[in-house]
């Protein structure tokens, strides 16, 4: 099955229309707040007459809302739900469980929507430039959705991209904003920075034709590794908001778990995907930084072959920053804590004007952090199958998040450059573990 999108079921009704102005999207943002406060006001209203409603029945009630919202608005909004999903150390679990299904099952266009997207675009049907074509989308998700068809005895994936999508992402970002800034305690001086990196990464996702590119480039770059395939694009059957690829098979992880693949597969698809993140990291110096199951396929072909989707979402390295990521991963940071500190400096999570206990505060904190996170870095092997790592760094963010110090502290730290790379390397964790996967990591 084709993705880097999401899994489409009988129950997921098409949508007619988006929300595509401004206008339009604030208000459906207004919507959903009147409706979640109203399930607060059902929550009291419950108890004060001592009725049964839990705290997780309201999280449940207004997690539904949220989602439905995300979903109708797709774009960004729902990119950032994906992204939640998985970051399950920060939510309330009916939250996590319900973004979840921003990863494999979101409502898709209709018929008519996608053959005027192919009207606009190449000034015909799809079904002038395709055999076949099924204008069913086999998979959906925040940015576009995927269809089949086929010419000849050629097969592709067609995805395409949903309407307004582009121009709605810095309106989004403008309508969440003063939401996050309150409820955060933050001004936007602070967090200029952050909001610039994911904005310029949310709409690079919506540039098809740098997706494209970046597809071919990477594809080719990382050609001689082993177990590892990617599609094939098609720019004369391509444009802005449509991008065709070769329909590769396989399955998404939660599927191809289920058919009980072995330890040796699993091991491999592991390492496969291992090998890919770490060429990526250290020679390519750029990665796939939207390492949620959607964007993979794994089949037992060959012992296990990983076929890799979906190159919107590229976080490119800058030399220091890639100096500073795998200097603070290293073993002798961790035995020394005066050079923990001055790379800490240099990285601006602890600054000249910090004052001397909460310089060896952060040094502590981070000592502890990087000690677990640069893990599988420095040990030869490492064995994913055992989840206790996983819940590990979920219980440190959890523990982290408790300190006084930090839920104190109203401004962010460090390079904005972290944000993808700590997302990816968390994702592809969480994948490795969930894979069961022993790996060879390749540190001396």
Aim: proline share 6%.
């Amino acid at each position: 099955m084709q993705a880097g999108a999401s899994y489409m079921d009988e129950t997921t009704q098409p949508l007619d229309s988006l929300p595509t102005t401004k206008v339009a999207r604030a208000a459906r943002f207004a919507k959903t707040g009147f409706s979640v406060g109203a399930n607060y006001v059902k929550h009291y209203a419950k108890r004060a007459v001592g009725g049964e409603s839990t705290t997780e029945d309201l999280h449940a009630a207004n997690a539904a809302e949220l989602y439905g919202a995300l979903s109708e608005m797709k774009g960004s909004v729902l990119k950032v739900a994906q992204m939640l999903a998985m970051e399950k150390n920060i939510l309330p679990a009916a939250y996590a469980n319900q973004f979840a299904q921003a990863q494999y099952q979101t409502p898709p266009l209709s018929g008519p929507l996608v053959v005027k997207a192919f009207r606009d675009a190449f000034g015909k049907s799809p079904f002038d430039l395709f055999d076949e074509f099924d204008l069913t989308a086999r998979q959906a998700a925040s940015i576009g959705q995927v269809h089949f068809a086929r010419k000849g005895s050629h097969t592709f994936a067609v995805k395409v991209q949903y309407p307004g999508v582009a121009d709605s992402i810095r309106s989004d970002i403008r309508l969440v904003k003063p939401i996050a800034l309150r409820v955060l305690g933050l001004s936007e001086e602070t967090v200029r920075p952050y909001l610039q990196e994911v904005e310029t990464r949310l709409v690079e996702e919506t540039d098809y034709a740098l997706e494209l590119r970046r597809g071919q480039k990477i594809a080719g770059l990382c050609a001689s590794l082993p177990h590892v395939e990617f599609p094939t694009y098609y720019p004369e059957l391509s444009s802005a908001r449509i991008l065709t690829m070769d329909w590769l098979p396989g399955q998404h992880l939660r599927e191809f778990l289920a058919t009980s693949p072995s330890q040796e597969v699993r091991n491999q698809l592991g390492q496969a995907l291992w090998d890919f993140y770490m060429h990526q990291l250290h020679t390519l110096r750029q990665v796939h930084a939207d390492p949620h199951p959607g964007n993979f396929l794994l089949r037992s072909h060959n012992g296990g072959t990983l076929g890799v989707l979906d190159f919107g979402c590229v976080k490119e390295i800058p030399a220091e920053v890639h100096r500073l990521f795998t200097a603070l991963l290293a073993p002798e940071t961790l035995a020394e804590s005066t050079l923990l500190s001055a790379l800490l400096t240099e990285a601006g999570v602890i600054r000249p004007e910090d004052a001397p206990a909460k310089q060896a505060f952060y040094v502590t904190t981070m000592q502890a952090s990087l000690e677990l996170v640069g893990r599988p870095f420095r040990q030869a092997t490492f064995d994913f199958g055992d989840p206790a790592f996983l819940q590990s760094l979920y219980a440190l963010g959890d523990d982290l998040l408790q300190q006084p110090e930090l839920r104190q502290q109203r401004e962010p730290r460090g390079s904005e450059h972290f944000i993808y790379l700590n997302r990816t390397y968390v994702g592809l964790y969480a994948l490795l573990t969930e894979l069961g996967a022993f790996i060879r990591t390749g540190a001396a």
